[in-house]
Structures are given as structure tokens and as C-alpha cells.
């Protein structure tokens, strides 16, 4: 038998999110972002299940070429843009849309010789200040842009810090009001948090993540509790070895936890090489055989140990939900410090996928 550990990766469960945000948004097209592997889901596994999307957003052209060689057909937007005037050549080719967030961008659309034009999004940078253009420089680029015979479409497109935050929001979306004011464009804003809170941010296309992949943009799962969406992601193993401790004693490296009465603890064949915070700290949820429990002392590399007070059913082989239905990804993520992004895209390659 191979090592017990095991993600599962639910493809009803990403047709089921796709449905309810286009139900949320169901004024707009969407993007579904699908970068970093699908926030580690893998974007050969599921692709094809969100793939009545508009659109798949992608930080790499590597990304983006591999849904071509899949088959996919329908436009890929590129959220970095391209990295060098070269790559355009093959943006063309494979009718890829680039976002433009920087003047040698500019230069190099200028410059190249494309036999049809690339559908463009300019870029507004509205206050988190990693890429775009400044609110008050948006006008003349937009127009610069629009004269050149290399851009086909144009959307204004921007991308909120803090989207959970009505205050920013209204900020950013006054920012962006000023900006295109006078011409009549094309946008793209919203991300997940913005797609689910903020309606008046979805305009003509959002660009939704996490939330397709079941987890919640604010960190906090009972923000989206009631709203349908479903883990797609389930980390599972199994217990390899129960032991008995006695008053006093000591579990795991550093030996950080100190069992205060009689106890049976569960080692679990899950550590932090396969993608579980190390940073977890004891009380971190779990489930064993079935019942909510928690972990105990320091995450190893290729082990845990888990409390089984809770769980007198557990045997060596009983069933461990790491993350999934049951222990929620953003539980386990808030506790470590972490965001679920984070766990999700950490993920490692040792670890079996299995579709259903
Ligand atoms: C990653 C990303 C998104 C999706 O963010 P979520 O919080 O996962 O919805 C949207 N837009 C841009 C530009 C991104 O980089």
C-alpha cells in the first residue's frame, strides 16, 4: 500500500460555484482565474469543469498555452501582461489578451508587427501600487492605446487591496469613476470579494478566484457559508500509529505539547512537506473516523499527531479529513496565520490528486 495521504479534487463542486457566481453576477461575463495551477487544483484537472466560463485568466503565457493544447478555444486573459516585446508575436498567434500596465508595453505594441490586432486591458493602478497606471495618466494612455492599429478591443480593467472593504471600494470605484469619466469604456474590477459583496463593482466582467474553488475571500468561512459554494479541495490520510500518554507526557519536536492527563493521540502520515502549515498550532481542526478534533504539539515534515479523546472509534487506518467538507480550509488557514490561498497553492507535488 502507498502512503495513505490523498487530495480529492470535486468536479461537481466547481460546476456548482461556476453556476452561483454567474447567478451572482449574472450581469457580466467572467474570467475564471485559474493562475499558480489553479490555485494548486491543477489547471489540466479543471479546466474542462469550469470551462462554460467566458474566459480563463492565467498569469503566464506557459499557463495559457497549455489550455490551447487542450483545446480550449475561448479568449485567455494574460494578468501580468507580457514580459518581453518578443512574447507578442505568440500572443497573437494564440489570440491571447494582454494586459498593459506599464509605457515600454506601450512601445512594444507600438513597434510590432502583428498581421491582426490584440485585444487589450489597460491597467489602472487604484491604490495598491504593484502595476498599472496612475489614476490621473489612465486618459492619455487610454487614448494613446486606442490610436494604435496593433489594439483591438480596449477594457479598463483594476484590481481592489482590500475588496472586503466598503470604504475602499467606494474610494477605488470614485478613483476609476474619475479616471474614465468622458469615455465610455469597457471594465473589469471585481474579484471574488468584490463579485460577492459589492455589486456595483461587477460592470462588464469580473474576474473571480478563490470563490470557485469554495473558500472565502475574507478568510472567515461564515461569510460565504450560506451561499452555496463548496470546497472543491479535500485533503485526506489516515492514521499510521496511536499512542498512549500519561500525565506529563511529550509529543513531537521541541517537544511543545505536554499532555496534562491519560490520553491517546492519533499520528496522522500528513506533515508540512505535503503542503500542511507547518505554522499550525495545537488545536488546529481536524477530523478522525468521522468526529471534530484537533491537533497536538508541532507539524513534522512528513507527520502530525491528532487528540483522539474525542474520537474513541479511531483505530490505525481510520479516515483523516485534513481540509474539506468538514474542516474548512479557512479554519485551518486562520488559525495558522495563513490564507487559504496559501494552502492551496502549497499543495505538494508528492501528494496523490484523485478527480470525482
Ligand atoms: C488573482 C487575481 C484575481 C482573483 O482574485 P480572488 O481573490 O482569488 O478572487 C482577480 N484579478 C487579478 C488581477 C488577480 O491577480
Redesign the pocket.
Known amino acids: 500500500m502507498s502512503r495513505p495521504i490523498i487530495a480529492t479534487i470535486n468536479q461537481n463542486a466547481l460546476q456548482t460555484n461556476l453556476s452561483i457566481v454567474r447567478n451572482i453576477a449574472s450581469g457580466s461575463r467572467l ?1 475564471a ?1 485559474i ?1 499558480a495551477n489553479a ?1 494548486g487544483h491543477g489547471i489540466k484537472r479543471v479546466w474542462k469543469s469550469l470551462s462554460s466560463t467566458d474566459g480563463f ?1 492565467v ?1 503566464s503565457i506557459h499557463e495559457a498555452l497549455l489550455l490551447r493544447e487542450q483545446g480550449f478555444q475561448k479568449p485567455i486573459l494574460l ?1 501580468e501582461g507580457f514580459f518581453h516585446p518578443h512574447d507578442l508575436r505568440i500572443l497573437h498567434r494564440y489570440h491571447l489578451t494582454t ?1 498593459i500596465h506599464s509605457h515600454w508595453q506601450i512601445q512594444a505594441l507600438k513597434k510590432a508587427h502583428l498581421s491582426s490586432p490584440l485585444d487589450v486591458y489597460l491597467k489602472m493602478n487604484c491604490g495598491m501600487n504593484r502595476l498599472g497606471f496612475q489614476p490621473k495618466d489612465v486618459r492619455n494612455v487610454w487614448h494613446q492605446l486606442k490610436a494604435l492599429k496593433n489594439v483591438g478591443t480596449l477594457t479598463l ?1 483594476a ?1 481592489f487591496a482590500k ?1 472586503q472593504c466598503i470604504y475602499d471600494i467606494m474610494k477605488s470605484m470614485q478613483r476609476i469613476a474619475q479616471s474614465s469619466n468622458g469615455f465610455n469604456c469597457t471594465m473589469s474590477l ?4 468584490a ?1 460577492l459583496w459589492h455589486p456595483r463593482t461587477h460592470c462588464q466582467w469580473v ?6 474553488y469554495g473558500a472565502s ?1 475574507s478568510g472567515d468561512w461564515k461569510d460565504i457559508a450560506s451561499s452555496g459554494l463548496m470546497p472543491v479541495m479535500t485533503l485526506n490520510s489516515k492514521i499510521i500509529a496511536i499512542q498512549k500518554l500519561v500525565a506529563g507526557s511529550k509529543v513531537g519536536y521541541a517537544n511543545n505539547y505536554c499532555a496534562s492527563r491519560a490520553q491517546y493521540i492519533g499520528i496522522v502520515a500528513c506533515g508540512y512537506a505535503d503542503g500542511y502549515p507547518h505554522h499550525a498550532p495545537t488545536g488546529t481542526p481536524v477530523m478522525v473516523a468521522g468526529s471534530m478534533t484537533q491537533t497536538v504539539g508541532s507539524i513534522s515534515m512528513d507527520m502530525m499527531a491528532v487528540d483522539l479523546t474525542r474520537c474513541p472509534q479511531a483505530r490505525i487506518g481510520s479516515l483523516v479529513e485534513l481540509w474539506g467538507n468538514n474542516v474548512k480550509i479557512n479554519d485551518v488557514a486562520s488559525v495558522s496565520g495563513t490564507i487559504s ?1 496559501e494552502l492551496m497553492c502549497a499543495l505538494s507535488s508528492r501528494v496523490p490528486v484523485k478527480i470525482t
Do not use: C
Open positions: 474570467w482565474v493562475k490555485y485568466a498569469l494578468l494586459i480593467m484590481h475588496a471585481a474579484n471574488s470579494a463579485t474576474r473571480p478566484g478563490i470563490i470557485l475571500p490561498y
